[in-house]
């Protein structure tokens, strides 16, 4: 639970040009993980004990944060962040704030599940950015509001024990608690700002609600699928094909660079458990021009099991929601799309029900976790 690697102090004054030019920031072993705090999986910062410069909202911006040098208004500084005010001692005698003094926001995670790593984002706070960050989680069933997270009753676990960060830089922290987790405390030390927050880890569902559901989509992330690899990552992350919803854009989907030989493209899925497939859509939206020309899935049972064809390769149309019913159903952990010969797909999705072995396997992690 330590910062990997550690950036400390002030960045320099911004001098003109390119803001991300002295920007510190490494390659992070988690980030192949999913962002819990997706505002597409429905993360939300709920509560913030001070947010005078800059909204807590902005914590959760997809996008990178942005600079512009003369955005002012009458607080200040307008910062693409979360900001507080000056902390301040109680007295003459003692203008400066005790070492318990503290800003906090609240965030609700997407998707429960384990974290295993959080990047705390001090872009362009060169100046103005805390002095060390904590970070807690706790696991509370339901909507509970934020006078009912901060109750006395409420357990809440070190995730990153406070720490000294930098200034614009990516400060990143791996964390190693086995437990799922369904909101975040995030404490900046004395005060200050942060620009983004990210909060890596693997989706744990709750059996009970997916149960009721009956058929769902059981490779879709929030349902606790997950991308495990594919064969090219060159224009956008191939997570993007199992996020809620249907794609707004072309970069919310997935497309390769173009191939230049004979091969073709691929992405690998873990499911959510072992299920029973019976539909399929793949879907091109707004990948007019560089959709995949064809598409065959296959899936497989077990780590060792043999991938088995559930869609012979199939011609797709450009921008199109393509549905298709299977004849019998197919039973797998693990699923594959291969695109022929590259382009992109925007989503997959894969409807049918979890058998009864899926059903024991997901409840049992899901209590083990502490669900």
Same mark, same amino acid.
């Given at each position: 639970?330590?910062?990997?690697?550690?950036?400390?102090? &002030?960045?320099?004054?911004?001098?003109?040009?390119?803001?991300?030019?002295?920007?510190?920031?490494? &390659?992070?072993?988690?980030?192949?993980?999913?962002?819990?705090?997706?505002?597409?999986?429905?993360?939300?910062?709920? $509560?913030?004990?001070?947010?005078?410069?800059?909204?807590?909202?902005?914590?959760?911006?997809?996008?990178?944060?942005?600079? &512009?040098?003369?955005?002012?208004?009458? =607080?200040? =500084?307008?910062? %693409?962040?979360?900001?507080?005010?000056?902390?301040?001692?109680? #007295?003459?005698?003692?203008?400066?704030?005790?070492?318990?003094? +503290?800003?906090? $926001?609240?965030?609700?995670?997407? @998707?429960?599940?384990?974290?295993?790593?959080?990047?705390?984002?001090?872009?362009?706070?060169?100046?103005?950015?805390?002095? @060390?960050?904590?970070?807690?989680? !706790?696991?509370?069933?339901?909507?509970?509001?934020?006078?009912?997270?901060?109750?006395?009753?409420? =357990?809440?676990?070190?995730?990153?024990?406070?720490?000294?960060?930098?200034?614009?830089?990516?400060?990143?922290?791996?964390?190693?608690?086995?437990?799922?987790?369904?909101?975040?405390?995030?404490?900046? +030390?004395?005060?200050?700002?942060? $620009?983004?927050?990210?909060?890596?880890?693997?989706?744990?569902?709750?059996?009970?609600?997916? /149960?009721?559901?009956?058929?769902? &989509?059981?490779? @879709?992330? /929030?349902?606790?699928?997950?991308?495990?690899?594919?064969?090219?990552?060159?224009?956008?992350? $191939? *997570?993007? !094909?199992?996020?809620?919803?249907? *794609?707004? =854009?072309?970069? %919310?989907?997935? /497309?390769?660079?173009?191939?230049?030989?004979?091969? +073709?493209?691929?992405?690998?899925?873990?499911? @959510?458990?072992?299920?029973?497939?019976?539909?399929?859509?793949?879907?091109?939206?707004?990948?007019?021009?560089?959709?995949?020309?064809?598409?065959?899935? #296959?899936?497989?049972?077990?780590?060792?099991?043999?991938?088995?064809?559930?869609?012979?390769?199939?011609?797709?149309?450009?921008?199109?929601?393509?549905?298709?019913?299977?004849?019998?159903?197919?039973?797998?952990?693990?699923?594959?799309?291969?695109?022929?010969?590259?382009?992109?797909? *925007?989503?997959?999705?894969?409807?049918?029900?979890?058998?009864?072995?899926?059903? *024991?396997?997901?409840?049992?992690? +899901?209590?083990?976790?502490?669900?």
């Amino acid at each position: 639970m330590t910062a990997i690697p550690s950036f400390t102090g &002030d960045a320099n004054p911004y001098g003109g040009g390119d803001p991300y030019a002295d920007y510190r920031t490494a &390659d992070f072993p988690f980030t192949q993980y999913a962002n819990l705090a997706d505002r597409r999986l429905g993360a939300g910062v709920i $509560a913030a004990n001070d947010e005078f410069f800059a909204q807590r909202e902005n914590l959760l911006v997809p996008e990178r944060a942005e600079f &512009d040098p003369e955005h002012f208004g009458h =607080k200040g =500084k307008i910062m %693409d962040g979360w900001e507080t005010r000056r902390r301040r001692g109680a #007295s003459a005698e003692h203008p400066w704030p005790t070492a318990e003094d +503290h800003d906090w $926001a609240l965030v609700r995670l997407g @998707a429960p599940g384990v974290i295993r790593g959080i990047v705390v984002d001090t872009a362009h706070f060169r100046g103005n950015y805390p002095q @060390a960050v904590s970070v807690e989680g !706790t696991s509370v069933p339901g909507s509970p509001s934020p006078e009912e997270l901060l109750g006395d009753d409420v =357990k809440w676990t070190a995730l990153v024990p406070r720490t000294p960060v930098g200034g614009h830089a990516a400060n990143g922290f791996e964390v190693s608690v086995e437990q799922r987790f369904t909101h975040l405390r995030v404490n900046q +030390h004395p005060d200050g700002g942060i $620009a983004r927050l990210r909060v890596y880890g693997e989706v744990v569902p709750d059996p009970e609600w997916l /149960e009721v559901l009956g058929t769902f &989509d059981v490779v @879709a992330l /929030e349902n606790g699928g997950r991308a495990e690899d594919a064969s090219n990552l060159f224009y956008s992350p $191939a *997570s993007n !094909t199992i996020q809620p919803g249907r *794609s707004r =854009k072309m970069d %919310d989907g997935w /497309e390769t660079r173009r191939r230049r030989d004979q091969g +073709h493209d691929w992405i690998r899925y873990r499911l @959510a458990a072992q299920a029973q497939v019976r539909a399929l859509e793949i879907d091109t939206a707004y990948l007019k021009g560089n959709s995949a020309g064809w598409a065959s899935v #296959s899936v497989k049972d077990g780590e060792d099991g043999e991938w088995r064809e559930i869609l012979p390769r199939t011609r797709l149309q450009p921008d199109t929601n393509h549905r298709f019913v299977l004849p019998d159903p197919a039973v797998g952990t693990h699923a594959r799309v291969d695109i022929f010969p590259d382009g992109g797909i *925007s989503r997959l999705r894969l409807f049918g029900s979890l058998t009864q072995e899926g059903t *024991s396997r997901l409840a049992a992690r +899901h209590q083990e976790l502490g669900g």
